[in-house]
C-alpha cells in the first residue's frame, strides 16, 4: 500500500504545507507520477484536487476546508513575480535558473518604483532604514518560496535556482493580482497556497502563521 511506503510520507507533507513536486526532487517525482491516480482519490477525500501542471510539476488545489489555507503576502508575491519574469531571460536560461540573491534585489530597485517598494516591503519603517529593511523582507520572501519549493537555495552561495514552479506566479502577473475567479483555483495549492494579495503578514516558515 503506498501510503506506507516514505515517498508518500514525504509527498504528502510537502502537499499539505503548500508546497510543489518539483521534476528535479527525481524520486518523489516519479512516485507522483506512478501513483497519480491513487493520490488524485486519496486528496479527493480530503477536499482536495492533486493536480498535474502543464509544466510537470504537482501540488494541491483546496476545494473544501478540511486543510487550512495559507496566505502569501504582497512581499512574497512580488518577488515571486520578479522571479517568474527573470525565469524567461535567457541568461537565466542558460545558467539553468541559477540568479543571485543581489541580481534579484536590484531588479526589484530598478523595475518596482520606489513608492511601490516601501508600501510592499517596508511600509512602516523610517527612510534611513528603508534600504535595509526592503532587502530584509525580500529575503524574508525568499526563504518562504524556498520552504514551499518555488526555488531553491544553492549551498555555499548567495545564490537561488528557480524550480519550474515559480511559473505559477506568471498568471498573477498577467492580472496584475486582479485574477478572474475562473482562474484563482489554478493558482492555490493546499494548506494553501492563496495567490492574494493584502495587509497580511509574511508566511514565513520560522513564524508559521497567516492560516485561515
Same mark, same amino acid.
Given at each position: 500500500?503506498?501510503?506506507?511506503?516514505?515517498?508518500?510520507?514525504?509527498?504528502?507533507?510537502?502537499?499539505?504545507?503548500?508546497?510543489?513536486?518539483?521534476?528535479?526532487?527525481?524520486?518523489?517525482?516519479? %512516485?507522483?507520477?506512478?501513483?497519480?491516480?491513487?493520490?488524485?482519490?486519496?486528496?479527493?477525500?480530503? =477536499?482536495?484536487? %492533486?493536480?498535474?501542471?502543464?509544466? *510537470?510539476?504537482?501540488? /494541491?488545489?483546496?476545494?473544501?476546508?478540511?486543510?487550512? #489555507?495559507?496566505? /502569501?503576502?504582497?512581499?512574497?508575491?512580488?518577488?515571486?513575480?520578479?522571479?517568474?519574469?527573470?525565469?524567461?531571460?535567457?541568461?537565466? #536560461?542558460?545558467?539553468? *535558473?541559477?540568479?543571485?540573491?543581489?541580481?534579484?534585489?536590484?531588479?526589484?530597485?530598478?523595475?518596482?518604483?520606489?513608492?511601490?517598494?516601501?508600501?510592499?516591503?517596508?511600509?512602516?519603517?523610517?527612510?534611513?532604514?528603508?534600504?535595509?529593511?526592503?532587502?530584509?523582507?525580500?529575503?524574508?520572501?525568499?526563504?518562504?518560496?524556498?520552504?514551499?519549493?518555488?526555488?531553491?537555495?544553492?549551498?555555499?552561495?548567495?545564490?537561488?535556482?528557480?524550480?519550474?514552479?515559480?511559473?505559477?506566479?506568471? =498568471?498573477?502577473?498577467?492580472?496584475?493580482?486582479?485574477? =478572474?475567479?475562473?482562474?484563482?483555483?489554478?493558482?492555490?495549492?493546499?494548506?494553501?497556497?492563496?495567490?492574494? #494579495?493584502?495587509?497580511?503578514?509574511?508566511?514565513?516558515?520560522?513564524?508559521?502563521? *497567516? =492560516?485561515?
Amino acid at each position: 500500500m503506498i501510503f506506507l511506503e516514505k515517498p508518500f510520507a514525504e509527498t504528502d507533507v510537502i502537499l499539505r504545507r503548500g508546497g510543489n513536486i518539483n521534476m528535479s526532487e527525481i524520486a518523489l517525482y516519479e %512516485f507522483c507520477c506512478q501513483e497519480f491516480e491513487m493520490l488524485q482519490r486519496f486528496y479527493a477525500n480530503l =477536499e482536495c484536487n %492533486f493536480v498535474k501542471h502543464p509544466d *510537470g510539476f504537482f501540488f /494541491l488545489v483546496p476545494t473544501g476546508d478540511i486543510l487550512t #489555507t495559507k496566505i /502569501l503576502s504582497r512581499a512574497c508575491i512580488n518577488v515571486g513575480q520578479i522571479l517568474a519574469m527573470l525565469a524567461r531571460d535567457p541568461e537565466i #536560461t542558460r545558467t539553468s *535558473g541559477r540568479i543571485e540573491i543581489n541580481q534579484v534585489l536590484k531588479t526589484i530597485d530598478t523595475m518596482v518604483p520606489r513608492e511601490i517598494q516601501k508600501a510592499i516591503y517596508s511600509p512602516n519603517t523610517r527612510e534611513s532604514n528603508t534600504d535595509r529593511s526592503i532587502g530584509d523582507e525580500v529575503r524574508k520572501a525568499l526563504r518562504q518560496l524556498v520552504y514551499l519549493r518555488f526555488i531553491r537555495f544553492v549551498a555555499g552561495s548567495e545564490a537561488i535556482v528557480l524550480a519550474e514552479s515559480i511559473n505559477r506566479f506568471t =498568471e498573477v502577473a498577467r492580472y496584475d493580482n486582479e485574477i =478572474e475567479e475562473t482562474k484563482k483555483i489554478i493558482l492555490q495549492s493546499t494548506r494553501g497556497v492563496s495567490f492574494i #494579495t493584502g495587509e497580511i503578514n509574511s508566511t514565513d516558515p520560522e513564524e508559521d502563521n *497567516g =492560516e485561515n
